[in-house]
């Protein structure tokens, strides 16, 4: 927390998350663990994708993962836990190793 100073590179905060587009190299990532059905979810045949928006950290870790789109019975939830186990290569800009926001996608499908 805490406002953050440190820009002096033609203004740019490199402290922030980008989108892909500003990014000279994206973030790459490396391992994403399957999100697990619910026993509630597999009951009712609940299928479908789960799409979250998340910030793959210059540190290696993934925050502010907040659902784009939904689907009930825990499977939203499911699939947050697992985008938190995501394993990446950061993404890098001018150099330097950055933040970038992604959009994870699970897919919930019953055979």
Known sequence: G???GG?????IDYNRPFSSREVSRKANVISKP???YTEEARRNQ??????LRAV???????????P???????????AIEAA????????QKDGRTVSQWVTLE???TIY
């Open 68 to 78: 784009v789109q939904g689907l009930p019975y825990g499977l939203t939830e499911k």
């Open 106 to 108: 699970y897919a919930f």
């Open 7 to 11: 820009t002096g590179n033609n203004g």
């Open 84 to 91: 938190r186990q995501v394993k990446f290569t950061p993404a």
């Open 34 to 36: 399957e999100a697990k």
């Open 56 to 66: 793959l950290n210059a540190n290696g870790t993934v925050s502010n993962i907040s």
């Open 46 to 51: 609940t299928m479908g994708t789960v799409r």
């Open 2 to 4: 805490g406002a953050g």
